[in-house]
């Protein structure tokens, strides 16, 4: 009997392609094996282990708080669960903020700790010379425009970014120095379309309208298993949490009422 033949591994270039050719790409966010296997299976393009893991599965108010370590910990168990997809990994804060040589050193542990492809950098003109020589090194990079949460404390909270020649300035410096793809969060639909029109690699939106070549959300939100606010973007497609109180609570009384274990759990 002969081993099934795996699926075809998806890469920066099966993006490309889908962008020249007017196609889609599916993106969502992944932080532990049966997830990303779960979402593999399910046709999900790319993989994304967000540093957003430090509000939806730590419990924190800001992304800051998640440590690379912690970064390579999760995006271990997606890469060994995702025969098929792209699987990218946020750089923490601050692997991406401080000098270029760290970052590279930092982008290089996921290439050969884990079995995931490329690194996602929040920034965009002002990282053009960090993903050059990120790229240089043989690191794939997708850039982050728009809505940055590692910046949040700059910005003074989150907030729709509406500067069309900035936004559209940083996508361009990001596709020259070299990043395969391009993700814009929280933008006005038509400045979105400016990005997109403006640069040739793939584009992939949160919150930020339809014209992309993408579109990326939380796994946690789309399957309604976050706790607390849900961004306006999000399309919650099931109630998880719902199903998980509700199975949680018929546990909780069976045990309560001795008909767990029935003869069925129990050796003989």
Do not use: W
């Amino acid at each position: 009997m002969t081993a099934p033949t795996p699926p075809e591994r998806l890469t920066t270039r099966t993006l490309q392609k889908r962008r020249d050719k007017g196609g889609s790409i599916s993106m969502l966010t992944a932080y532990d094996y049966p997830t990303a296997k779960v979402l593999d299976e399910a046709g999900i393009d790319v993989l994304l282990v967000g540093d957003s893991l430090a509000m939806v599965v730590q419990g924190h108010s800001t992304t800051l708080p998640v440590t690379m370590d912690q970064m390579i910990y999760h995006a271990e168990m997606v890469g060994r669960a995702a025969e098929r997809a792209l699987v990218v990994v946020d750089l923490p804060f601050p692997e991406g903020q401080l000098e270029i040589g760290r970052s590279i050193r930092s982008a290089a542990r996921v290439l050969k700790e884990t079995q995931c492809h490329a690194v996602k950098l929040e920034g965009g003109a002002e990282q053009a010379a960090r993903i050059d020589a990120m790229v240089t090194a043989g690191i794939p990079v997708m850039a982050h425009v728009g809505l940055r949460p590692q910046n949040v404390n700059v910005d003074g909270g989150y907030r729709v970014q509406r500067d069309q020649e900035a936004l559209v300035a940083d996508a361009v410096a990001a596709e020259q120095a070299g990043a395969f793809a391009v993700l814009i969060e929280c933008v006005p639909e038509l400045v979105t379309k400016a990005i997109h029109d403006a640069i040739r690699v793939p584009t992939i939106g949160i919150g930020a309208g339809g014209n992309t070549t993408g579109q990326v959300l939380v796994t946690h939100d789309l399957i309604g298993l976050t706790a607390g606010y849900t961004p306006k973007f999000v399309r919650k497609m099931a109630s998880v949490a719902e199903i998980v109180r509700d199975t949680a609570a018929s546990f909780h009384q069976a045990v309560a009422d001795g008909s767990f274990p029935g003869p069925d759990e129990t050796f003989r």
